[in-house]
């Protein structure tokens, strides 16, 4: 990285800035934060999801998993010490209630949670198309991706 332009000091002309943390913009970006990320959630006893190495899970006597920074469970106490965790790693906003997640608009119904992209049917002049239910069956169980 070279120093900027108006900020060279006489006789350090030859000298450049050393980057130590990678900026947002930088094609390694990503790749740094998901190492740093990986590591912490990791230390805390998570595991990598064989079928997606971006979903980390830990089992307590409830489940709890994070997506990334999708937190979600039904144990408010283990949801609340994943928090803490990373915001004493990261800087971080708490938004609560998640309302669009990867552009999938989530409402939560009774007992039920929508997965919607409704939203787009209007960005995009979609009224006409035919809406569909696809039920979730929440009894199956991700399998290891053997496909290389």
Known sequence: MSQLEGFVEPSKEKKFCKLVKFLYGLKQAPKQWHKKFDQVVLSYGFQINNSDKCVYAKQFDDNLYVDDILIFGNNMHFINDVKSLLSSNFDMKDLVHVDVILGIKLIKKD??????????????NYFDVKHV?????????LKKNLSK
């Open 111 to 124: 007992d039920d949670m929508i997965l919607t992209q409704s939203h787009y049917l209007k960005k995009f």
């Open 133 to 141: 239910s696809t039920p979730y069956d929440s009894f199956i169980k």
